[in-house]
T-cell receptor, first 114, second 114 residues
């Protein structure tokens, strides 16, 4: 059974720092890996989707990498801003018959101090 | 585009009452799903649908029913509410399952069962 873990559960850094959020998964047979952002009281917003054949994806100050062999993905945020404060979640749809059962990590709550 | 629309935003029920959480999307997405989000437990899949007329169970289906009579709508029914169903419920959709299309989320329904 696929399990997705995000460590740490919470992170606080000063504004301007570059930071890395981690996501690990137990089964490397995945279609893709998605990173989401969730603001308090809101739904999830898709940030990046990395296909299983890709190594990384970039959008603005965000860069996500994927290493299926080690079961790891990282989300790199450059030059962090207070507006980046939110909870970041990763999710993977398993391959095969369970592809529709997308599994989420518990998230990392990020706080950027001005 | 409205995207994924969930109603109501808030609901308070008494134990034993029934209700339906509504979810509609206007993106012609085949895949739709329901998650519940609880503190410390992340997002857990309740039910999902890969197209009109097709539904299946997720990780935590007990106490919930779904149907998919149209592509646009995917309501979640609580037949006899219990305090353990107090949670935030999210509906999500994507172009199809097992593909590289990102998930789109609604803003959630916060349900309290007393």
């Amino acid at each position: 059974k696929q399990e997705v873990t995000q460590i740490p559960a919470a992170l606080s850094v000063p504004e301007g720092e570059n930071l890395v959020l981690n996501c690990s998964f137990t089964d490397s047979a995945i279609y893709n890996l998605q990173w989401f952002r969730q603001d308090p009281g809101k739904g999830l917003t898709s940030l990046l989707l990395i296909q299983s054949s890709q190594r990384e994806q970039t959008s603005g100050r965000l860069n996500a990498s994927l290493d299926k062999s080690s079961g790891r993905s990282t989300l790199y945020i450059a030059a962090s801003q207070p507006g980046d404060s939110a909870t970041y979640l990763c999710a993977v749809p398993p391959r095969g018959s369970s592809a529709s059962k997308i599994i989420f990590g518990s998230g990392t709550r990020l706080s950027i101090r001005p | 585009n409205a995207g994924v629309t969930q109603t109501p935003k808030f609901q308070v029920l008494k134990t034993g009452q029934s209700m339906t959480l509504q979810c509609a999307q206007d993106m012609n997405h085949e895949y739709m799903s329901w998650y519940r989000q609880d503190p410390g437990m992340g997002l857990r899949l309740i039910h999902y649908s890969v197209g009109a007329g097709i539904t299946d169970q997720g990780e935590v289906p007990n106490g919930y029913n779904v149907s998919r009579s149209t592509t646009e709508d995917f309501p979640l029914r609580l037949l006899s509410a219990a305090p353990s169903q107090t949670s935030v419920y999210f509906c999500a959709s994507s172009y199809s399952s097992g593909s590289n299309s990102p998930l789109h989320f609604g803003n959630g329904t916060r349900l309290t069962v007393t």
